[in-house]
């Protein structure tokens, strides 16, 4: 059986997110230990160098997003992620956000467990750990998962789950007038939550990776403080206004913000 | 009266209001038997014409109720069940899946009450608005929508003091602090538990049965009618996508005529 990571990057006028998935692509393997295969528009060259397999498609935009970060309304190029099941050369698979930065082994733990199907329930904001952090979406809350972390075994499970968010994606409309979503773009996260929804046989019964995703705001500022041993930083400003930062090391992160983890790839 | 089965339903029915609990009870009667088509089911009104053979395999009539508040009248299933061991369940219910599992988690007990309530997320309800008495007066979370019991002295003494508190509710709303004007059946259940021993008369919590409870403080919908603002299935029935099981407490009365 193969295993690898899938991470779609497709680049837009402010992000350079093939850089940001060979980044991430290095650290996979390096605590990972499997290899990497990106789904892409870009033609470069180096690809090949980058990533074990190269997956050529087309962009397929979910609308345009603002970035507090950049200050600035960007593409998003995000909606082909439904295709992750059909373009995958794995067995196994392990679907990452190129903004995903991986800096332990605890995926692993993911990737052993007997699931077809997994991905995160809950996230905090590493700010404000013990605060509510978007564990819903909708009107009326619907609970949410996340697809910024997928794995899936090819399986009938799998396929239905992908087979779901695809028709979701297809009649999106509908599906933000019945969960009451004001956003127009579409969304991976919410099409993931409906369709496990209605995989699950509507009972919302679902396994889960059993933590949360620690997550970074566009607000929060983070650096490589050192890097070895890796320690990251975070800054941000306190209810008080006053600038707070926190350190982790050996903790996988979720990257809202592109524009400071760009600022780290440049760097390294 | 003496028990003539030894086990069934029974739900208690009177119209004194604007609210058609028949109708609700017949509603209720229905979606159990499509669960259970043998459950023997015990209607208990105050509605001489109230008897319906294909829904209630027995139908008692009680004419003299206490008209001024209905629930008053509760302890009277204790006296009226047909059956030696009881599940009391409120009319204005529908049940959404099999419950018969039931059963054989009660039988080992005299009397269980449902404790705490879920939303239609199937999530426990963590909303306290409706239960601030409870929590001031340290009451256990019972909620009588649900209730068992076997013919016994322990339920004898339960609805014997269901009775008196109801009775003499202007005695014992001095022991709570802002207790209601008219005593609800809830509190009343959570009187008597509490003077018996919470152990006596529940399950640990989340073990037991738990009701949906379609009440707008307890579920995320801002309309007071959740039927107007949520999708809706019947059979099988699904709130806003999400199946739905056990008990629901539907709150809208006339849900079922929508």
Redesign the interface.
């Known amino acids: 059986m193969t295993t690898g990571a899938l991470i779609f990057a497709f680049n837009n006028e402010k992000t350079d997110y093939v850089q940001m998935a060979a980044w991430s692509a290095e650290r996979i393997r390096r605590y990972l230990n499997i290899p990497v295969a990106v789904v892409t528009d870009a033609t470069d060259a180096g690809l090949h160098q980058q990533f074990e397999k190269v997956i050529f498609a087309g962009a397929e935009t979910g609308g345009s997003r603002y970035f507090e970060d950049y200050a600035d309304t960007v593409s998003w190029h995000n909606a082909g992620r439904t295709n992750a099941y059909r373009l995958s050369p794995f067995d196994q698979t392990l679907v990452l956000d190129s903004d995903y930065v991986v800096c332990s082994d605890q995926l692993k733990a993911v990737l052993n467990a007997p699931q077809d199907f997994l991905a995160h329930r809950t996230a905090f904001n590493v700010a404000w750990p013990a605060d509510p952090f978007l564990d ?1 979406f909708g ?5 949410m998962w996340w697809a910024t972390v997928m794995m899936f075994r090819k399986s009938a499970t799998a396929q239905y789950i992908f087979d779901a968010m695809t028709m979701i994606k297809s009649h999106w409309q509908h599906y933000r007038t ?2 009451g979503i004001t956003e127009k773009n579409y969304r991976n996260d919410y099409a993931l939550s409906i369709a496990l ?2 995989v699950s ?4 019964k679902v396994d889960s990776i059993p933590w949360p995703i620690c997550s970074v705001m566009p607000d929060t500022e983070l650096s490589l403080m050192s890097a070895d041993p890796e320690l990251w930083q975070f800054k941000y400003a306190g209810t008080d206004g006053k600038p707070k930062s926190v350190g982790i090391a050996g903790q996988d992160f979720h990257a809202m913000g592109k524009k400071h983890l760009e600022a780290v790839i440049e760097a390294c | 009266m003496k028990p003539v089965e030894e086990r069934g339903y029974i739900i208690p029915a009177f119209n004194v209001g604007s609210v058609d609990y028949v109708d609700c009870a017949r509603h209720l009667a229905k979606t159990l038997l499509m669960h259970h088509p043998d459950a023997r089911i015990c209607l208990l009104t105050n509605q001489a014409d109230a008897v319906d053979h294909n829904l209630f395999a027995y139908t008692h009539v009680v004419e003299d109720i206490d008209k001024t508040n209905p629930w008053a009248n509760d302890w009277l299933v204790f006296h009226h069940t047909p059956f030696r061991q009881t599940i009391k369940l409120e009319a204005d219910m529908m049940v959404a899946s099999k419950i018969d599992h039931w059963w054989p988690m009660f039988e080992h007990r005299d009397v269980v009450i449902s404790q705490g309530c879920r939303t239609f997320y199937d999530t426990p309800a963590v909303s306290r608005k409706y239960r601030k008495l409870f929590d001031v007066n340290g009451l256990p979370d019972v909620y009588n929508a649900v209730t068992y019991w076997r013919l016994s002295k322990t339920a004898q003494e339960f609805f014997k003091l269901v009775r008196e508190i109801f009775s003499n509710w202007q005695c014992y709303k001095t022991l709570l602090k802002f207790p209601e004007e008219v005593p609800s059946t809830d509190v009343v259940y959570a009187m008597a538990a509490q003077i018996m021993g919470p152990d006596t008369v529940t399950l640990p919590k989340h073990t037991g049965p738990q009701i949906v409870h379609m009440k707008s403080g307890i579920n995320p919908f801002s309309s007071a009618k959740w039927t107007d603002e949520l999708v809706w299935e019947y059979n099988p029935m699904r709130i806003q996508t999400v199946a739905q099981w056990g008990l629901v407490h539907l709150n809208v009365k006339d849900w079922h005529h929508e």
Do not use: S
């Open positions: 819903t009107r009326n809350q619907f609970p019945l969960y929804g209605i046989g509507h009972t919302l």
